[in-house]
């Protein structure tokens, strides 16, 4: 489970970040790299992320 919180993590952080500068600059692609980079946080990281910190508690 920590493998799987960390690589999502820093793959859809990286995504989001990219998209922000698509964003910035007027590329197209930006819009859907947010929605898909915001999305993969929420949906993917955040509840990876929560198991293992309440495993790790446990």
């Given at each position: 489970m920590k493998l799987i919180a960390y690589i999502s993590g820093s793959l859809f952080t990286?995504?989001?970040l990219l998209s922000m500068l698509f964003k910035i600059m007027h590329w197209p692609g930006g819009a859907i790299?947010?929605?898909?980079?915001y999305?993969?946080?929420?949906l993917i990281f955040?509840?990876?992320?929560?198991?293992?910190?309440?495993?790790?508690?446990?």
């Open positions: 990286s995504i989001t790299g947010l929605i898909i980079g999305c993969g946080l929420a955040v509840p990876s992320f929560a198991v293992y910190r309440y495993n790790k508690i446990k």
